[in-house]
């Protein structure tokens, strides 16, 4: 160990990146090697009682090196704060500890405040919404600009991909906002505590929509000893393959589910039913008219049928039940829906309506409010009330829901409206529980447990709306908010959200989250025709929808109305292609040569995957013109030799210069002869 008392300059170091500590001024310095800084940078801890201590202001400094462990510590007042900085092969791991012996409570927390520099001609900073509801986007931001960003960031120029990731890898009890202010040179503040309410005032994706959207502040750590969360930050040539690292170190702190086998097939009901299915469009006889079509199909293997949104009690267990006997004698399987943390009820009968399975009311299990008010996740006379996951009547409603689905023999579980479990509230039923976060683990450790022994552990369960971390309770995840299949969000006759120009858009900054948050990403279902009652989908939509889900690593889902004739043709075409089956069998995700930059819905983006055949994905958004591009196995980085071009589909031989119509999308295999 290398004790450094007053001698400033004390280094942490190896081959990718130098840490540099002051022990004057009580700030480090972080230089990578491909030139990105974050310089003069500090820790701090505001207690709610004591006001802010921050480390550049504490008289007093020392540190110590210990192998590949940097401890900084600082004094003031009472109180000790402490950076540990932990150097791996080709990231940092930083956390802060903040000790008072007359004790502390702080919902505001930082490891790490400073500046970051990154050269480049194009520098962008990636905002990040904290969950996927409401159809909010990633930005990629240019200075100047100023928001907040969840849980992670890059900093990075956009004409190479270097740059710096940061982000935090521990979600056990803090929110992680990252404030952010870009000018000349970008500011950083990352911290525990962060807690945004849907302001209507402002765009929805930069305050509007795409916080925390809690009703409460957000809860305190107490104690002699409080901990910010543990934030990685990471600097080089390829923020890609940085952050595949950040998703990696993710799924190792905090565990990833497996699943054994080939990725499941599903059609999902919410194409065709609606969100509550009160028309009753396709229960009962239409599913199994989907089901005898399905039956038909040779590539698109034992499919699950995946029930949507029936838990409001409009169909029977009894019917449910019914329906998977029905597909399971054409080697099919059923899937089921719930919102294990929200429930939809009329507002002006709350604290009148049971609560499925238990002998409490709907208001006395939902979460309050700052002023003691129960929470309407999804306000109106109709609303969605977050739910107390600590309850204890959460453990009955919970058994009843996996009960219906064990009785329907559902192999396939979707859950849905997650955030509203981790809405801060000042109170939960379990004392311990002192923020949303800590409720939302202890609801989805619970669900786990429970699924497992109800219903085994070979069920498959994908996320729709919920945060993006935890991430350990699922197989997959809904990378962007619902999609209605057309091709961009302002096309005429459609809703002006749920395209698949905004679901790729904003996942083309989230592959890297497929194979290390998740097994496989979710990025919705494909539609043949046409989704509820919207306009039809022209055919080469259909066709740019399913190369999205390809690029994204995504499972296969359909949503498609198959009792007409012409979504039977297009399923036969494009959804038992046996190349397309083949892929989604095993689903992988591609690199972005070219993902989506700025705010407009014009974007043109290219996606690589190497392999014993190399695949590489071409989208053109714009209405303006065809987007050229030019094939290169160098460029790809494929070794040298004669290469053929083909389209993924048909077959068709291509050269290398290659042009993709306006609102089109090719395909297309490289082939080394």
Not at 197 to 203: G, H, Q, S, T
Not at 390 to 402: C, D, E, I, N, S
Request: charged letters at 20%; glycine letters at 10%; hydrophobic letters at 40%.
């Amino acid at each position: 160990m290398v004790l450094c008392g007053v001698v400033t300059g004390q280094t942490l170091s190896n081959a990718y990146v130098s840490v540099t500590a002051d022990t004057v001024a009580g700030t480090l310095s972080y230089r990578f090697a491909t030139g990105q800084t974050l310089s003069r940078t500090y820790a701090y801890v505001e207690d709610v009682h004591k006001g802010l201590v921050s480390t550049k202001d504490c008289p007093r400094h020392w540190c110590s090196l210990d192998g590949k462990r940097l401890t900084f510590i600082h004094e003031a007042g009472g109180i000790r704060l402490i950076q540990h900085i932990t150097l791996y092969d080709t990231y940092l791991l930083i956390d802060l500890e903040a000790q008072s012996a007359d004790g502390l409570e702080t919902r505001n927390i930082s490891p790490l405040a400073g500046t970051a520099q990154v050269p480049g001609a194009e520098r962008r900073l990636l905002d990040v919404p904290f969950d996927n509801d409401d159809w909010v986007h990633v930005l990629e931001q240019k200075a100047p600009a100023k928001g907040m960003s969840y849980e992670l960031t890059a900093v990075y120029d956009n004409a190479n991909f270097s740059g710096v990731v940061v982000g935090s890898v521990t979600h056990d009890f803090w929110k992680t906002g990252i404030a952010y202010r870009m000018g000349d040179r970008d500011s950083l503040t990352v911290f525990g505590g962060v807690s945004t309410p849907d302001n209507p005032a402002l765009p929805a994706d930069e305050g509007g929509k795409d916080g925390t959207h809690d009703h409460a502040p957000h809860g305190t750590m107490v104690g002699s000893v409080v901990r910010s969360p543990t934030v990685f930050v990471g600097g080089g040539r390829d923020i890609r393959a940085l952050l595949k690292t950040y998703g990696e170190v993710n799924a190792r702190i905090n565990g990833r589910l497996e699943w054994k086998g080939p990725a499941p097939f599903y059609w999902n009901s919410f194409g065709v039913e609606g969100v509550l299915g009160y028309e009753h469009v396709m229960m009962p006889a239409g599913v199994q008219k989907v089901s005898d079509f399905l039956a038909t199909l040779g590539n698109f293997k034992n499919p699950v049928l995946s029930i949507d949104s029936y838990d409001q009690g409009i169909y029977s267990t009894e019917m449910l039940a019914a329906l998977g006997r029905y597909t399971r004698k054409k080697h099919q399987q059923i899937g089921f829906y719930f919102a294990p943390f929200a429930q939809w009820t009329w507002k002006n009968g709350i604290d009148q309506a049971p609560f499925a399975g238990t002998n409490f009311t709907i208001g006395q299990v939902v979460l309050k409010d700052a002023n003691r008010e129960p929470i309407a996740y999804k306000d109106g006379d109709w609303a969605a009330y977050a739910l107390d996951p600590t309850h204890p009547a959460m453990r009955a409603y919970l058994v009843g829901q996996l009960e219906k689905a064990k009785a329907m023999g559902a192999t396939f579980i979707k859950i849905d409206f997650l955030s509203a479990g981790a809405q801060e509230s000042p109170r939960h039923a379990d004392p311990a529980i002192r923020t949303g976060i800590q409720a939302f683990n202890y609801g989805m450790r619970l669900l786990r447990h429970l699924s497992d022994s109800i219903l085994g552990p070979d069920v498959f369960y994908t996320e729709a709306i919920s945060p993006l971390f935890p991430s350990q309770y699922t197989h997959a995840r809904f990378l962007t908010t619902d999609i209605y299949s057309h091709l961009r969000d302002d096309d005429k006759g459609f809703p002006n959200w749920g395209s698949t120009e905004y679901s790729l858009a904003s996942a083309s900054h989230l592959g890297w989250a497929m194979g290390t948050l998740w097994p496989y990403t979710n990025l919705d279902v494909t539609v043949m025709e046409h989704f509820q009652k919207n306009p039809a989908l022209s055919e080469q939509t259909v066709k740019v929808r399913l190369y999205a889900l390809m690029v994204m690593g995504s499972i296969l889902g359909d949503g498609s109305d198959y009792r007409s004739a012409l979504a039977q043709e297009r399923a036969r075409m494009y959804l038992d292609n046996p190349s397309v089956c083949a892929f989604f069998s095993h689903p992988r995700v591609f690199t972005p040569l070219k993902w989506a930059d700025g705010p407009g819905f014009d974007q043109q983006m290219v996606f690589c995957l190497k392999g014993d055949t190399t695949l590489v994905g071409l989208f053109n958004f714009s209405r303006q013109g065809d987007f050229a591009y030019t094939l290169s196995p160098e460029a790809l980085g494929l070794p040298a030799g004669n290469y053929v071009y083909k389209d993924f589909l048909t077959g068709q031989t291509l050269t290398g210069q290659v042009s993709v119509p306006k609102e089109d999308a090719l395909m297309i295999d490289i082939i080394k002869q």
